[in-house]
Antibody, heavy 118, light 107 residues
């Protein structure tokens, strides 16, 4: 059973860079067949897809965030990562990593709250 | 594509039938719609894909239907564990988008 776990700082200062990592267990990122996504949920709000990456490092980004987002993958460590540059209050959210069929998200991490505050 | 879910909150009792609506701003050319369940403090869980197909392990009291711009999630008889927030998601157009959610609460 594939499991995903997010990790990273819970507090980021405005204008700084938010960095999160998702470690995958029970399956190998290098085996292919899936994409690996980041999704966020603003407090009390709905869900927003941020972007995804495949085992080769090919990425797709939500146009609304594309200019500030970098996704990367390290198959040797079986993890993938998210960086969001120039954060503001609007980036305060619970960030989820998820296994992505390129259509739907069938496995999710438990989520991690990132607060942007000085 | 913008997804609009209604109602925002549904107050029902265990054993009741729940009918949740999801309307898309553009017609989905194929069955590119799914539903998720989210309980407090938990990640969403995939319930339905392809409008009407239950994901692995999802009980048959959950069913999906619809086409074009109007889609429905039905829970035939609410169990205590079904009280949660439900989101629809379209994957017919990029970027994939979610509805704002319907909360099913205990009356």
């Amino acid at each position: 059973q594939v499991q995903l776990q997010e990790s990273g700082p819970g507090l980021v200062r405005p204008s700084q860079t938010l960095s999160l990592t998702c470690t995958v267990s029970g399956g190998s990122l290098s085996s292919g067949g899936y994409y690996w996504s980041w999704i966020r949920q603003h407090p009390g709000k709905g869900l927003e897809w941020i972007g995804n990456i495949d085992y080769s490092g090919s990425t797709k980004y939500n146009p609304s965030l594309k200019s500030r987002i970098i996704l990367s993958i390290d198959t040797s460590k079986n993890h993938f990562s998210l960086k969001v540059n120039s954060v503001s209050d609007a980036d305060t959210a619970v960030y989820y990593c998820a296994r992505d069929t390129d259509w739907l998200f069938d496995r999710w991490g438990q989520g991690t709250l990132v607060t942007v505050s000085s | 594509i913008v997804l609009t879910q209604s109602p925002g909150t549904l107050s029902l009792s265990p054993g009741d039938r729940a009918t949740l609506s999801c309307r898309t701003s553009q017609s989905l050319s194929a069955t590119y719609l799914g539903w998720y369940q989210q309980k407090p403090g938990q990640a969403p869980r995939l319930l339905i894909y392809g409008v009407s197909n239950r994901a692995t392990g999802i009980p048959d009291r959950f069913s999906g239907s619809g086409s074009g711009t109007d889609f429905t999630l039905t829970i035939s008889r609410l169990e205590p564990e079904d009280f949660a927030v439900y989101y629809c998601q379209q994957y017919g157009s990029s970027p994939r988008t979610f509805g704002q959610g319907t909360k099913v609460e205990i009356k």
